[in-house]
């Protein structure tokens, strides 16, 4: 198609859209995943949790140390320690708990640049694991069958940045019991473990508030992006950094007037993103990507373009309605995938994502609010109840084998 015609159909695309939103913009529509109807579920009453009390070093004197760690992307596992704290699920009385939470700050060990290191995590997992296991008797009569963890690593409770040191790692040995809440979600992998809890990335609510748009803003870009596209100090080749998608959206698209694509992070982001119908997630093996979070939040249709993902609270959650999925290997086809997508199609996309329920969802707000990202997380652990009894194990019975994993992970922390 030559350069005359795209504008064409680029005029078409964006006055169509306008007189969209002159008319649907207000309009939502009912949200039901596969769970049903359970965005605006309210887990209080429903399940009671026991926060374990840990010394400081596990996590305030982390945070203390290096306070970047509450604003970076895996900032999940400190807000919910906190809103933990004060949540009328928590119970004081752990004969009561439905649930133990061990409060570990994992990812709070950064580089200069502000990327998380975890090459300290199994150690500091073991040791707050045998402190548990030694003061109380709760984890030993399930091996943390009944306790969750917040491990918001690249990839999740294997504990590392490399995938395939990550996948020769493993999950760690004392976790394979226990409930994940990670941001990590890719089906058929070694480091998500049936029945863990996926969940969104932080990304600043406060700041994306203060970048709201009048909700009648016309859409008038049809396709944006902006990130890497090449790893250029590891991957300059664009081979592995995020399974090649984002360089072949580069390659395939960059003198496309369609596509609204670029390395530069402008100070309007936030806005062109109100302003764009499709947003690219090129999230390869990254499910933790912002960019789900600010599609989502900012109403502009989340372009997936990563096989076997595992999306945050996916039972909850109607991504296929909301999104549109691209096989990596079909990106020199995106073009044509979203200017063939019909009028009403694009419509329903639209009003889902409206509909407050939706955005609340991804966001972990201070304070939190109804239906939040903090209380999905307690609504994904309120459908696992009541546990089956077969987590409890036989006086002397042990599953678990303690000496498993590389010798340095079995170091004192």
Do not use: W
């Given at each position: 198609m030559n350069l005359s015609i795209w504008f064409l159909l680029l005029l078409l695309v964006f006055g169509f859209n306008d007189r969209i939103y002159a008319h649907q913009r207000p309009r939502t529509e009912r949200i039901s995943g596969s769970a049903g109807d359970v965005l605006e579920d309210d887990p209080v009453g429903r399940l009671k949790v026991?926060?374990?009390?840990?010394?400081?070093?596990?996590?305030?004197?982390?945070?203390?140390?290096?306070?970047?760690?509450?604003?970076?992307?895996?900032?999940?596992?400190?807000?919910?320690?906190?809103?933990?704290?004060?949540?009328?699920?928590?119970?004081l009385n752990p004969d009561d708990a439905d649930w133990f939470y061990t409060p570990i700050y994992p990812t709070c060990d950064l580089t200069p640049t502000g990327l998380p290191l975890p090459f300290k995590s199994p150690r500091m997992m073991r040791s707050a694991i045998q402190l548990i296991a030694t003061n109380w008797p709760y984890w030993n009569r399930t091996e943390g069958a009944d306790h969750f963890f917040v491990v918001p690593h690249d990839f999740g409770a294997c504990f590392h940045y490399q995938e395939e040191k990550a996948i020769e790692r493993g999950i760690l040995q004392l976790l394979q019991r226990a409930t994940l809440v990670q941001t990590f979600g890719q089906g058929n992998h070694v480091c998500l473990k049936e029945g863990s809890i996926i969940i969104p990335p932080y990304a600043p609510p406060q700041k994306m508030q203060a970048h709201q748009l009048p909700p009648d803003t016309p859409r008038s870009i049809f396709v944006y992006f902006r990130g890497l596209f090449y790893d250029v100090n590891n991957d300059p080749e664009g081979g592995y950094y995020a399974r090649g998608a984002r360089a072949a959206v580069w390659e395939n698209f960059k003198n496309n007037p369609l596509f609204d694509i670029s390395t530069e992070h402008p100070t309007t982001y936030y806005e062109d993103m109100q302003r764009a119908i499709f947003c690219l997630c090129p999230l390869g093996w990254a499910p933790w990507s912002p960019r789900l979070v600010e599609a989502v939040v900012f109403g502009c249709i989340p372009v997936i373009i990563a096989d076997d993902i595992v999306l945050p609270f996916a039972d909850a959650i109607p991504w296929e309605q909301i999104g549109v999925f691209v096989a990596e290997?079909?990106?020199?086809?995106?073009?044509?995938?979203?200017?063939?997508?019909?009028?009403?199609?694009?419509?329903?996309?639209?009003?889902?994502?409206?509909?407050?329920?939706?955005?609340?969802?991804?966001?972990?707000?201070?304070?939190?609010?109804?239906?939040?990202?903090?209380?999905?997380?307690?609504?994904?652990l309120a459908r696992k109840l009541p546990h089956d009894k077969r987590i409890f194990l036989k006086p002397g019975e042990k599953i678990l084998n303690w000496t498993a994993g590389p010798a340095g992970d079995l170091k004192p922390w």
């Open positions: 026991y926060v374990y009390e840990l010394p400081s070093k596990y996590n305030k004197k982390l945070l203390q140390k290096d306070p970047r760690c509450i604003t970076h992307m895996f900032a999940a596992e400190i807000f919910k320690h906190r809103f933990l704290l004060s949540s009328p699920v928590r119970t290997e079909d990106v020199p086809k995106l073009d044509k995938i979203l200017t063939s997508m019909p009028t009403e199609v694009i419509l329903r996309k639209q009003r889902l994502l409206a509909n407050p329920s939706m955005k609340r969802a991804m966001l972990f707000p201070q304070p939190a609010q109804s239906g939040d990202a903090f209380h999905q997380i307690l609504n994904g």
